[in-house]
């Protein structure tokens, strides 16, 4: 399939080593927030989730940081590794009916 | 289980014409979403319908409109297509409305000649 981004901002790191992938939002009003990994030639996969009452939540090598003051979230891989390799994608939602919001994507590109 | 699926998967039209992208949910999933994602951009949101009836619609002229069927599945559809509609059209679905904890398709690779 298409390769779902080819002029994004793009982070290689090296195998094993830990990745951090930042995303600032547009929505002080926003209180949810999800990070997406898109392969390409499909579509975005849920990675974690965080509500707007916390400030960190930890998955499967996966941490995800929310600075509210700063409208800022990011997403932290541990142990990257090649499979990691794809679009990462934050995306915003303001509660209600609000649709999801997405930002515009950092290309991680692994290192073997 | 099966995830959300889309048909088809490529569709190759030129400008003027008329296309129907269909998405399946979820089993148990009542609210579908749409998104266009342009090469290179994150998805836009389109529609999200929910117990078959509109509940939200993003910035997108007339031509685009969709609906929700009783089984849940949904259909978006595009009139008079112009070169810019090429895009990869993602369906999601979810349990609630809203915005929350959406699970996507592979989506539709539209190509407008």
């Known amino acids: 399939g298409e390769s779902v981004g080819l002029h994004l901002p793009t982070l290689s790191v090296q195998e094993g080593d830990n990745s951090i992938i930042n995303c600032a939002y547009s929505n002080s009003a926003s209180d949810y927030f999800i990070w997406y990994k898109q392969e390409s030639g499909k579509g975005p996969q849920f990675i974690i989730d965080?509500?707007?009452?916390?400030d960190k939540r930890q998955g499967q090598r996966v941490t995800v940081l929310l600075n509210k003051t700063v409208k800022h979230l990011s997403l932290q891989i541990a142990a990257t590794q090649p499979g990691d390799s794809a679009v990462y994608f934050c995306a915003e939602n303001a509660g209600g009916n609000t649709p999801l919001v997405f930002g515009k994507g950092t290309r991680l590109s692994v290192i073997a | 289980d099966a995830g959300v699926t889309q048909s088809p998967t490529h569709l190759i039209k030129t400008r003027g014409q008329h296309v129907t992208l269909r998405c399946s949910p979820i089993s148990g999933h009542k609210s579908v979403s749409w998104y266009q994602q342009v090469l290179g951009q994150g998805p836009q949101f389109i529609f999200q319908?929910?117990?078959?009836?509109?509940?939200g619609r993003g910035n997108f002229p007339d031509r685009f409109s969709a609906r929700q069927f009783p089984n849940y599945s949904s259909e978006l559809n595009v009139n008079a297509l112009l070169l810019g509609d090429s895009a990869l059209y993602l369906c999601?679905?979810?349990?609630?409305?809203?915005?929350?904890?959406?699970?996507f398709g592979s989506g539709t690779q539209l190509s407008v000649l």
């Open positions: 319908y929910y117990e078959k009836e509109e509940r």
């Open positions: 999601a679905s979810s349990l609630r409305q809203g915005g929350e904890k959406l699970f």
């Open positions: 965080i509500r707007s009452n916390m």
